[in-house]
């Protein structure tokens, strides 16, 4: 990229964009206006205050710059024929642990198939880490989920699995980000084996309201080894008593009714959705049928790579109408993987999606999930969080999956990636 600088701080205009992806159906320039993703050839987007001030053809540049900033921007910034990406959202990690997991993951590799116990040797090791050492971590993965184009996430707790620990970690996670979920109900520790209510009983009282103050959404894993739907109901519906919005992991290791309950609770997203029943999927989509949001399907394509389950059918939850996202599931376990372009890449490759419905669900799709509008869309008034790839088109992220792209990411108006 060439860069011709005017003032130091200010409005700054990206030219030479060979492609531009706004997530904006109906934007002014867009190849096709009945395409979502509403894509815009030879493009220019202007940042100011942190935010999008315009965005369109480069023909049309000098009367937008015009009419949204009445002055020439303080700087430009010729992306030299580049594609341009909305910052992706990843809208489901957990990033607040310590130690790794690599023993297991090379056992699984040998045939052992994943467990959810594993959690537990991770609840052991973050317990015993001090918070410098957890900070540390937690600031080493969200710098490199930046590097690979991630400006928005979410960070779940639920390796600490006491009041204390689990309080711990929501601290953390909120230097990090506003998007911090409390995941009490991650597994039955092992010091209450055996007495899964009484530990529900735990999460829905003193330790929810210890978290509850710093966190936004509540989560369970409604999942055999883990929760049942009826201790998965108490949870949620105690965390969204106390204010907290409604996620939830579930249809992972294999079918159950996860998927119903979150529905019922009109929780924003639910996570996994691996093993799917025709009457799962047609909850999902009903969930949409009015005008207030519904409940997104959350894919993690990382997880089936990691422990090779069985793909996700987006193809089928797409075609019925469901919203879908992509995310990592950054985890040390199941999904130790930062990497959004991956994610695309393998959405595209395993499970039936193009690149332009994997690209919206990875940016789009995970804003939705946060019930975020400010996010994953690149259009005057949103946030101005924007990837340049050293491509000329979002294809690449599919076409040249491991290859790294990322040449630019901006958040909020600045320069992140690469470090100035």
């Keep these: 990229m060439h860069e011709v600088p005017h003032r130091e701080h200010g409005a700054t205009l ?4 060979g492609e531009l992806t706004t997530n904006v159906p109906g934007v002014a320039g867009a190849d096709d206006p009945d395409d979502p993703t509403a894509v815009v050839r030879d493009a220019a987007i202007l940042l100011d205050g942190g935010r999008v001030a315009w965005a369109g053809r480069e023909a049309d540049a000098a009367a937008g710059v ?10 430009t910034v010729d992306v030299g024929g580049r594609a341009v990406i909305p910052g992706f959202v990843d809208s489901h990690t957990h990033l ?29 090791s973050t317990r015993a880490a001090s918070d410098d050492a957890l900070r540390a971590g937690l600031a080493r993965h969200v710098a490199e ?27 953390l996670a909120r230097e990090v980000t506003d998007e911090v979920t409390f995941l009490g109900a991650h597994v039955v520790p092992p010091e209450y084996a055996g007495r899964g209510d009484e530990y529900v009983d735990l999460v829905c009282g ?26 998965a109901r108490r949870v949620l519906s105690a965390g969204a008593a106390a204010g907290l919005g409604v996620r939830v992991h579930a249809n992972q290791l294999g079918p159950g009714e996860g998927v119903r309950v979150a529905v019922s609770l009109g929780a924003a997203s639910v996570d996994h959705c691996t093993y799917l029943s025709d009457d799962d999927v047609a909850a999902l989509a009903g969930s949409w049928a009015d005008d207030a949001p519904g409940t997104v399907a959350t894919l993690l394509p990382g997880v089936e790579f990691s422990t090779r389950q069985p793909y996700p059918d987006a193809r089928r939850l797409l075609d019925a109408g469901v919203v879908v996202a992509l995310a990592s599931d950054c985890n040390p376990g199941s999904s ?14 395993e499970m039936g999606m193009t690149v332009a419905e994997a690209v919206r669900a990875a940016t789009a799709g995970g ?5 975020r ?13 924007l990837v340049v790839l050293d491509a000329p088109s979002r294809t690449y992220l599919a076409y040249r999956p491991g290859v790294p792209l990322v040449s630019g990411v901006w958040r909020e108006g600045r320069e992140v990636h690469p470090p100035r």
């Design 14 to 17: 990206l030219f030479g964009v």
């Design 145 to 171: 989920a930046a590097a690979q184009g991630t400006t928005t996430l979410e960070v779940k707790t639920g390796y600490g699995l006491t009041v204390t620990d689990e309080a711990r970690s929501v601290r």
């Design 336 to 349: 130790y993987t930062s990497s959004m372009p991956l994610m695309v890449a393998l959405a595209v490759r």
């Design 96 to 124: 607040v642990f310590a130690g790794d997991r690599a023993a297991e993951f090379e056992a699984r590799a040998a045939g052992r198939p994943y467990a959810a116990g594993g959690i537990r040797a991770t609840v052991a």
């Design 66 to 75: 015009e009419e949204a900033i009445g002055r020439a921007p303080d700087r």
């Design 367 to 371: 804003a939705t999930a946060l019930r």
């Design 206 to 231: 003193e330790m929810l309201r210890s978290c509850a103050p710093g966190a936004r959404w509540v989560d369970v894993f409604c999942e055999t080894g883990a929760f049942t739907p009826e201790q």
């Design 373 to 385: 509008s400010d996010v994953g869309r690149l259009e005057p008034g949103a946030r101005a969080d």
